[in-house]
C-alpha cells in the first residue's frame, strides 16, 4: 500500500524507537506517530500501512483496519468488536460446546454461535471473539486443544492453527 501518510519503524530495540511518515515527518516515540495517523486518518494500529508484523519476517494484513491503512474503516472494526464482545458471550459459547462429545473446531462452533444467534455472515467478527473465548474455555481447564499446529514459524517458537480443534476435558478423562 503506498500513502502519502504511511509510517514506519526505522530503528527500534535498545537505541529506541524512531518513526518516519512517507510525507517527511519523524518521531521518535509511538504516541507521536499514532496522533499522526490520527489526525490524516490513517489506522493508528498499522500507523497506515496495511500490514502488521506477528512475527520477524510473517506479515499479514492489518486485524485493525482489514488492511487498508484507514481510521474509518479501523473505528467501524473496533465498534463491531465491541458489539460482538456484548453478544458473544463465555455463557453462549460453553453452551454449544456442551453439545459435542467429541472434537470440535473453532469453525463450527462460530457458525453455531452465528445462526443461533441468527447474524448475517461478515456482520460482526464472530470467529475471532469465539476463538478469544474458545481460549477462555482452554485455560480454565474447560476444553484441550487436540489439534497440532498447521505451521512452525522460526522454528517452535511461533506456531500458527488455522482451524484449531479442542475437545471437552470431560471427554478427555482430564
Given at each position: 500500500m503506498t500513502d502519502t501518510h504511511a509510517i514506519t519503524l526505522t530503528t527500534?530495540?535498545?537505541l529506541?524507537?524512531?518513526?518516519s511518515c512517507a510525507c517527511g515527518a519523524a518521531f521518535t516515540e509511538r504516541t507521536a506517530a499514532e496522533l499522526h495517523a490520527m489526525e490524516t486518518n490513517r489506522c493508528t494500529s498499522c500507523l497506515g500501512t496495511g500490514s502488521e508484523e506477528l512475527a520477524p519476517g510473517l506479515e499479514r494484513g492489518c486485524s485493525t483496519c482489514a488492511g487498508t491503512g484507514g481510521r474509518k474503516e479501523q473505528?467501524?472494526?473496533?465498534?463491531?468488536?465491541?458489539?460482538?464482545?456484548?453478544?458473544?458471550?463465555?455463557?453462549?459459547?460453553r453452551s454449544v460446546v456442551a453439545g459435542f462429545d467429541g472434537p470440535f473446531r473453532l469453525s463450527e462452533i462460530a457458525d453455531l454461535v452465528r445462526d443461533g444467534l441468527r447474524l448475517p455472515a461478515g456482520r460482526l467478527p464472530v470467529g475471532p471473539r469465539v476463538r478469544d473465548l474458545l481460549l477462555e474455555l482452554q485455560a480454565a481447564g474447560e476444553i484441550a486443544m487436540v489439534s497440532a499446529p498447521d505451521e512452525l514459524i522460526d522454528g517452535t517458537e511461533v506456531v500458527l492453527y488455522r482451524d484449531p480443534a479442542w475437545q471437552r476435558a470431560r471427554t478427555l478423562g482430564l
Open positions: 527500534g530495540g535498545l529506541g524507537e524512531a518513526y473505528i467501524v472494526w473496533q465498534l463491531a468488536h465491541t458489539e460482538a464482545e456484548q453478544l458473544i458471550t463465555l455463557a453462549t459459547v
